[in-house]
């Protein structure tokens, strides 16, 4: 494997988003919202903290608690629907273009390929989640929050992203339609996303595994400020089976 | 430099390729005409290793295409049916990113882009969006993108298809150049295509070679040829028969009423002896008229017609 094919495609992929305005419009989107959040969720504290220096009642906030979880946790449901729109083109359009028959006829590996498009996606991620360092800025400047738990936040939110990401191009590998491959990356995404929710209503064994599966369940331990390597091992293979997968498709397409 | 055996190809249970064997030398350009969906395509996706083949073997520059891809990619460029460009990109930076995908060292890639942009006079394009070109410029581009890693062995499908007539005759020169020193193996459905640029060619018809020769040859060959067309009220068996005995014809090839006679060489005397033969066995002669055969002909006939009384095939 050359890291530099793998960066020669990437480099192309994430250029394109930028020339087309689905990127301008996904992380615009994303600011609105998050931002909109922020300050919602920040002056919410604001006026619990109020509360409780005054009566004495309730229970003291932490910036953790009140502020951390909420925002990075509803950030990430706010992914589960951007991702799809982000990952919808990857191989769905090169396929529609015929584009892929230059990669597939250039010497680079498979792997390369599929690698190079997923880090494409990952730095767009990353740009969305660089816009929204801005928060833990003006907590650090307004008040003396912990720093652990963002870190933390920030991690759990990068890998459960990325394993949107996984299905995305996935599905982007499935069919040439953009519209097709979006709509089952939201709803397969969903669905590991909610799948402990049938969980309660099943048998102690059936809800452990269900638990398991669930892509948010493992998501709790990074909001808390913990990291379990039980949930970094869980989405690092979430994300290498999804480009596993996209691998195999990309092959078998080739002997029809 | 290329050799090709017994490759076969289904899609389902249809064969698109049905055991081709051929090979080109090095420095040689090989036209490969055949009528649409005759398996050009097709063949040149499994060379460029874009799609593995159901059986045979085909190797290219010594390296065989199914065990060693990447080698043989290395020495490839390839023009697809469809060229595979991105309309968000610049001309320049598609063929620059063609280049880095081929492994083009960095130092090389500003004069490599800009050699290919000479040589298919894209020079004024370069920083416009592919998107926004007309198809024979996207055309252009896609075989800049072939040639950007100066490559030994171009494989281009139909290069010249939806180009003007000047930019015909500039593409047609361009691929003759590269004779000599790259190998070239295009493909056309189009004969003058073929016989305008290529040294050989390999015609294949339904998925098999139905021709293999020079140019040269295939001229001299039927440079005498006369084609006779008969029609007749009653064609039948016998008297197609009798027709196909007379001494000097080449191949008689039947389509309902119509006859199409080849001759080796059109004298009177055979002449006669076709209407003679038809009157005397009651076939009642509708029209006749003598043409010229081009290879032209010779193309349409070794492609397109299919009676059980085909001998044309194997003549060649
Ligand atoms: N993906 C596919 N699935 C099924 N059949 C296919 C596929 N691609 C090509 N074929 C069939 O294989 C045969 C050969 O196709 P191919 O594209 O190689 O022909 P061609 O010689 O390039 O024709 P053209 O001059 O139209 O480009 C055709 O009958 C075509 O219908
Ligand atoms: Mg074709």
């Known amino acids: ?256 | 430099m290329i050799q090709v055996s017994h490759l076969t190809k289904f899609y389902g249970p249809r064969a698109a390729v049905n055991d081709l064997t051929f090979e080109v030398k090095k420095g040689e350009i090989v036209g490969f005409l055949g009528p649409n969906g005759a398996g050009k395509s097709t063949t040149m996706k499994i060379l460029t290793g874009f799609m593995p083949a159901s059986s045979g073997s085909a190797k290219i520059a010594g390296y065989d295409v199914f065990a060693s891809p990447l080698e043989v990619k290395r020495n490839i460029g390839f023009l697809p049916e469809n060229p595979p460009v991105y309309p968000e990109m610049q001309v320049q930076d598609y063929l620059q990113f063609a280049a880095e995908l081929h492994q083009v060292p960095r130092e090389k890639l500003r004069t490599a882009v800009d050699h290919a942009l000479t040589k298919t006079s894209l020079g004024d394009v370069r920083h416009r969006l592919i998107g926004n070109l007309s198809k024979g410029f996207r055309q252009r581009v896609g075989l800049a993108q072939a040639l950007v890693h100066n490559p030994a062995i171009l494989i281009l499908d139909e290069p010249t298809v939806g180009l003007d007539p000047k930019q015909i005759i500039e593409i047609r020169e361009l691929i003759k150049g590269l004779g000599g020193e790259h190998t070239v193996i295009l493909s056309s459905h189009i004969l003058p295509e073929v016989t305008a640029t290529c040294e050989r060619i390999i015609v294949i018809s339904k998925g098999r070679i139905v021709a293999e020769d020079t140019i040269d040859q295939l001229t001299t060959r039927i440079k005498k040829g006369v084609i006779y067309s008969l029609v007749v009220k009653n064609p039948d068996p016998t008297g197609v028969a009798a027709i196909r005995n007379i001494p000097g014809i080449h191949t008689v090839t039947q389509a309902g009423p119509k006859l199409v006679i080849e001759v080796q060489s059109g004298t009177n005397e055979i002449r006669d002896q076709i209407i003679e033969t038809a009157v005397k066995k009651e076939m009642g002669v509708l029209e006749f008229s003598a043409e010229k055969v081009s290879l032209e002909e010779i193309f349409l006939q070794l492609t397109t017609i299919e009676t059980p009384t085909q001998s044309t095939g194997a003549t060649v």
């Open chain 1, 1 to 256: 494997m050359s890291p530099k094919n793998v960066w020669t495609i990437a480099r192309k992929d994430f250029r394109t988003y930028f020339s087309s305005p689905i990127a301008y419009i996904v992380i615009a989107g994303f600011m609105l919202i998050m931002g909109w959040m922020f300050f919602y969720t920040l002056s919410h504290f604001e006026m619990q903290s109020m509360q409780y220096q005054q009566f004495n009642t309730g229970k003291s906030p932490s910036l953790t608690e009140g502020i951390i979880r909420p925002v990075y946790g509803n950030m990430n449901v706010i992914f589960l629907f951007l991702v799809p729109f982000i990952t919808m083109r990857l191989f769905a359009e090169e396929r529609k273009l015929h584009t892929i028959e230059l990669l597939l006829t250039s010497p680079v590996r498979l792997t390369e390929i599929v690698l190079g498009k997923f880090i494409s996606s990952f730095l767009l991620i990353l740009v969305m989640l660089g816009v929204t360092l801005t928060y833990p800025i003006i907590l650090f400047a307004t008040g003396n929050p912990e720093l652990g738990p963002i870190v933390t936040s920030y991690l759990g939110t990068l890998l459960l992203a990325s394993c949107y990401l996984s299905i995305g191009i996935l599905f982007s590998s499935l069919t040439e339609n953009q519209i097709v491959a979006g709509s089952l990356t939201f709803a397969t995404s969903l669905f590991f996303w909610l799948v402990n929710w049938a969980a309660q209503a099943s048998g102690p064994i059936w809800s452990e595994i269900l638990n398991y599966l669930s892509l948010i369940g493992h998501y709790s331990n990074f909001g808390q400020g913990l990291i379990d390597s039980s949930d970094v091992i869980y989405y690092l293979s979430f994300i290498g089976l999804g480009l596993f997968l996209t691998h195999r498709v990309l092959d078998s397409f080739r002997w029809r």
